[in-house]
């Protein structure tokens, strides 16, 4: 029992030794981690958390094109705490457009011989694009920025624009619709841009639509949907560019065409400036191949087809000698109508009783541009609002071809109105320089009189197609029926109203009425409000229809692929809501890659349209050699789209 207990009592001394080592261990880690936060602690509090503030500007280039746009950078260091720059100094040298700003904040931490440095960076960049106006040696002037409160200034910056040079492959015309006009009248500018060889991406600049000298409308573009258009911004607007193809010097070019209506504003020699169009373009060109086919698309094989060069090419310059408007003659209907206007009118119906509606049309025909013009008030036509009600309220003229369409509502005060009485229009005619009038011719109209409601009708004594006037009758209203039955006690209750089909009909009638109308008009509703789901879920069955007529047809070469490419833009503009005439194969390429189908199905659309482009627009007709096998290739990948897209 003693050797045992002497056993026992050995253990748990054993154990407090190696209890007592783990513990000194333990200390020591913690007095090591303890030493590293005091370090920290120590290099947090000896950091200069004031950091010197600097302010300067950068240029991407500092030799550019007139025209050329470049990127200038304000960059902020020692603080993030910056307001945004006036930027109005540049504004004078410079179209300028705000491409955003960004913290440039970054820290490091370095431990050396036990020493922990900590260095933290703040800053804060500015970018804008920048295109020059003038041309020669300009000096980007200092700009303002407040930082922390205070105002530091950029370092100016000299940069040399030179003056672009028109190459073979590159060519851009302007032209205007007449070289002369008035104060106030339309004329329409062309812009044209020749292209002979494969383009990546473009830039237009204009400085003219800077110009205070006009007003700028952009006319109504009336889309063909065997032709292909683009959404092309320039500036801070967009217009619907035209593509197509025409011979300039003896070459032939693939064509980017767009229109702008100017308005001068005043009189004198405007002068419309170079416009420039900064592109980069590869070394060479593809056979078989659109001139577009990378303008308006990513490259998804991240494939370059040769050296790329950026060129910056120039228009011709233009001006327009604008007159005054002569104060001579000048008739008080005049509201400003400027060229050789035309007008007419129709209206329907023309057999109507006092008060009845009658629409009546009046076209407008004459300048070039008529989206800006407007039809005088009716009610100033004095014959006609003599003799018609007319109400303040009138639609917006409808552009149709050349001519502008008004349409409003009239009626007949009386039974003695024979016609529609001319509609006057007091224009200034450019051609004589003269103010004139031009009207149009009257209209006949039959006007019946109204029904009169009279004595006798409403005493119900005598019947007579006309009587005399309403008025007071001593004796009352006769009775409608004579007999011992007119006195019989009559009981009412429900059970008699629902022994009446009469009754019946007007207690449940008017419910039902109600109830069906509300249920048709939600409907219909509903159907206009899902127009885009009504004409996608149809997209494949009228695609279906056009591809059996082509595959039944005799198109065959350009005509085959343009039929084909005109039948893919509606179903898949159809299919994706949105405007299938100017769609193209990257487009397509790109909407579908963000719904997520498959790249198989991207790359059968995408081939199907660049083959149908190429066929159309640069003669390469090989892949619809073989019509049928063409157009079931296309309703194959429409098919495939379809699978994926439900």
């Given at each position: ?41 120590v ?44 930027i109005s ?79 073979e ?15 106030g ?8 841009w ?30 063909d ?36 209506a ?9 002068s ?41 090419v ?123 009038t ?32 309403l ?33 019946l009909?007007a ?53 085959l ?17 949105v ?68």
């Amino acid at each position: 029992m003693a050797g045992t207990f002497g056993n026992r009592s050995k253990g748990p001394r054993g154990a407090g030794r190696a209890r007592t080592s783990r513990t000194t261990a333990i200390a020591a880690a913690f007095r090591g981690i303890a030493a590293v936060f005091a370090a920290l602690a120590v290099a947090a509090a000896s950091y200069a958390a004031a950091q010197e503030i600097s302010v300067r500007a950068a240029v991407e280039s500092e030799s550019v094109y007139m025209g050329q746009s470049f990127v200038y950078q304000i960059q902020v260091e020692g603080s993030d705490e910056v307001s945004q720059p006036d930027i109005s100094p540049l504004q004078q040298l410079f179209t300028v457009e705000y491409l955003g700003g960004s913290s440039n904040n970054s820290q490091s931490i370095s431990i050396v011989n036990g020493r922990m440095e900590r260095q933290v960076r703040r800053g804060y960049v500015f970018q804008y694009r920048l295109t020059p106006r003038t041309k020669g040696d300009v000096t980007i002037p200092a700009v303002a920025v407040k930082v922390k409160g205070q105002t530091f200034n950029t370092n100016a910056i000299r940069l040399g624009v030179n003056q672009p040079v028109e190459t073979e492959d590159f060519k851009l015309r302007m032209s205007l619709s007449r070289g002369s006009a008035y104060i106030g009248e339309p004329v329409v500018l062309t812009v044209t841009w020749y292209i002979g060889r494969d383009v990546e991406d473009f830039r237009i600049t204009m400085p003219l639509l800077d110009s205070p000298d006009f007003e700028f409308y952009d006319p109504e573009v009336k889309t063909d949907p065997n032709k292909q258009y683009y959404r092309i911004q320039i500036g801070a607007s967009q217009v619907i560019a035209e593509k197509g193809t025409a011979t300039l010097d003896g070459r032939a070019f693939a064509t980017i065409s767009f229109k702008k209506a100017l308005v001068p504003k005043r009189a004198g020699t405007l002068s419309i400036p170079q416009s420039t169009i900064e592109c980069a373009a590869v070394s060479g060109t593809l056979r078989g191949r659109d001139f577009f086919d990378d303008f308006f698309r990513d490259n998804f094989f991240g494939m370059r087809r040769g050296a790329m060069q950026r060129y910056v090419v120039p228009s011709n310059a233009l001006s327009l000698s604008v007159r005054d408007l002569p104060r001579e003659g000048r008739p008080a209907s005049f509201a400003g109508h400027i060229g050789d206007y035309k007008i007419s009118a129709s209206a329907t119906p023309t057999d109507v009783s006092v008060g009845d509606p009658i629409t009546l049309k009046i076209i407008l025909s004459g300048p070039d541009y008529l989206g800006n013009v407007d039809l005088p008030r009716l009610q100033d036509q004095t014959e006609l609002n003599t003799y018609f009600k007319i109400p303040d309220e009138r639609a917006d003229g409808k552009i149709a071809g050349r001519t502008k369409v008004f349409t409003q509502t009239i009626r007949a005060k009386n039974e003695n109105v024979k016609e529609i009485p001319p509609i006057a229009l007091s224009y200034f005619d450019t051609k004589s320089g003269t103010y004139k009038t031009a009207s149009t011719s009257p209209i006949p109209v039959t006007v019946r009189a109204t029904r009169v409601v009279t004595a006798v009708d409403a005493e119900g004594i005598a019947a007579g197609p006309l009587g005399s006037p309403l008025e007071s009758w001593k004796e009352g209203i006769a009775y409608n029926y004579e007999g011992a039955a007119v006195l019989e006690s009559r009981t009412f209750g429900l059970l008699s109203a629902l022994e009446s089909p009469l009754w019946l009909a007007a207690l449940f009638g008017p419910p039902a009425a109600f109830f069906a109308l509300f249920g048709v008009v939600t409907a219909r509703r509903r159907r206009e409000e899902n127009i885009e789901g009504v004409r996608a879920r149809g997209a494949l069955r009228r695609l279906r229809a056009r591809l059996d007529a082509i595959r039944k047809g005799d198109a065959s070469g350009a005509r085959l692929c343009e039929l084909v490419l005109g039948a893919m833009r509606e179903y898949l503009g159809d299919r994706l809501a949105v405007p299938g005439a100017t769609l193209t194969a990257g487009d397509v390429a790109r909407m579908l890659a963000a719904r997520n189908v498959s790249a198989a199905v991207v790359d059968a659309l995408r081939g199907i349209m660049g083959s149908c482009e190429a066929g159309a627009y640069a003669g390469d007709h090989s892949p619809a050699a073989d019509r049928e096998a063409f157009v079931a290739k296309a309703r194959d990948a429409a098919e495939r789209l379809e699978k994926e897209l439900r």
